[in-house]
């Protein structure tokens, strides 16, 4: 074997060995195996093909009687013999044909006559050339400008909501609260406690209601002294209200000490502050006084109103500027006035203890103001009629002091 290519002698010498091996049982099969392969070495092609015919019905019969293996690999031996005794044919060989003529077909032909040659016709006159065409103007168009678009102008911004309220603010040191605060002696003996103020129709504090302690509870009674009998220190870790003597005047006799006054013997024309009602221009109810915040200089700054009688479900306490109140008397009878209205109220900040004082005042147009000042006609009063400001003149009531609640 060359290259891998089985040849003719080895071929045969293979296939006969392999027959010899699988197929020793049948004689005839391998004679006729044999037969087969000496007639395809000397035939021709159509023998060959007979005797190949022969070759494979006698291999299927010998297939029938061995083992698959053993006849498998002698079909491949007779395919392999087989195949290599196959003729290869030879391709026909391409040949270019050419075509040369002969020296007869070769020889010249009468020559053709040439063709006559194009007569130019001679121009009758000359003809003038054409004047040259005139150069166009170009004509430049001015652009039209284009139109300015102007933005729309920003809607102003909207002033902002006029100011209804006004506040200030004040520390807790520089205010006390008057309603129970402790009352004491120069000596520092706690004699009492402060439990209501009077005031005048020019709203002006006239009396601290006082209430002086007993043994153990026992003996207590309220009594009236002047308000200028006393000093106020807020800031004070002691009683923040001194009971005082008036000082001695030289070359004036000394004035004598200030005695208590029974509440029930109180001026007519003053009115009880504590727990009073504070009510709007037009009736409706403000709120209750609580309170009082007195500064250093025994002067009254503010009101601690409870809301919870006036705005519904507003439980809450402001402090009301002590200028913005008026005393009126309507009906015979005493009523403290503010110029606040609901929107307002509501707006006011909450008065907290532990929380900056902040007090507040309603703030009126002055147009608004001056046209109801115009307009208003005087309220009617006692004998003695009302001031322009609203605030009532002294006068004497006919019913008691304390305002109607």
Same mark, same amino acid.
């Given at each position: ?131 040259? $065409?005139?150069? =166009? ?6 652009? *039209? @400008?284009? &139109? !300015?678009?102007?933005? +729309?102008?920003? #809607? ?77 220190? $807020?800031?004070? =870790? ?6 005082? *003597? @008036?000082? &001695? !005047?030289?070359?004036? +006799?000394?004035? #004598? ?91 006011? &900040? ?56």
């Amino acid at each position: 074997m060359r290259g891998g290519f089985p040849h003719r002698g080895d071929a045969s010498s293979n296939g006969h060995h392999a027959l010899g091996r699988a197929s020793r049982t049948d004689i005839g099969a391998d004679s006729a195996f044999h037969a087969a392969a000496h007639a395809i070495a000397r035939s021709s092609m159509p023998r060959l093909l007979m005797h190949l015919g022969a070759l494979i019905a006698a291999t299927v019969r010998t297939l029938r009687e061995l083992r698959l293996t053993a006849s498998l690999a002698l079909f491949a031996a007779f395919a392999l013999s087989a195949c290599g005794l196959l003729p290869k044919q030879v391709p026909a060989p391409i040949v270019e044909h050419s075509y040369i003529p002969t020296p007869e077909e070769a020889a010249p032909t009468e020559p053709e006559e040439p063709l006559p040659a194009v007569q130019v016709p001679e121009p009758a006159s000359a003809v003038k050339p054409a004047p040259p $065409p005139k150069p =166009k103007r170009r004509v430049v168009r001015p652009k *039209q @400008p284009e &139109p !300015v678009v102007t933005p +729309p102008p920003e #809607p102003p911004e909207p002033p902002p909501p006029p100011q209804i309220i006004s506040t200030r603010i004040i520390q807790h040191e520089q205010l006390h609260g008057l309603l129970d605060s402790e009352v004491q002696r120069p000596d520092g003996k706690v004699v009492g406690r402060a439990v209501d103020m009077y005031i005048d129709a020019s709203v002006k504090p006239k009396l601290l209601m006082v209430n002086l302690a007993g043994f153990l509870g026992v003996g207590d009674r309220k009594v009236n002294f002047p308000w200028t009998a006393f000093r106020f220190t $807020p800031n004070s =870790k002691s009683a923040p209200i001194t009971f005082m *003597q @008036p000082p &001695p !005047v030289k070359g004036k +006799p000394a004035d #004598p000490v200030p005695k208590p006054q029974p509440v029930n013997e109180a001026p007519p024309n003053l009115v009880q502050l504590v727990d009073s009602t504070v009510t709007q221009r037009n009736g409706a109810h403000i709120g209750r006084v609580v309170d009082v915040l007195i500064d250093s200089q025994a002067q009254s700054q503010a009101l601690v109103l409870d809301l919870s009688s006036s705005l519904a479900e507003d439980k809450r306490h402001i402090a009301a500027n002590w200028s913005d109140l008026h005393v009126l008397s309507h009906n015979k009878q005493w009523q403290l006035q503010m110029d606040f209205n609901d929107a307002q109220l509501k707006a006011a &900040p909450s008065y907290a203890p532990e929380q900056p004082i902040k007090i507040v005042s309603p703030v009126v147009p002055a147009a608004a103001s001056t046209a109801s000042a115009a307009s208003a006609p005087p309220a009617s009063s006692g004998p003695k009629g009302t001031t322009a400001s609203g605030a009532v003149s002294t006068q004497t009531p006919a019913s008691g002091a304390r305002l109607a609640r």
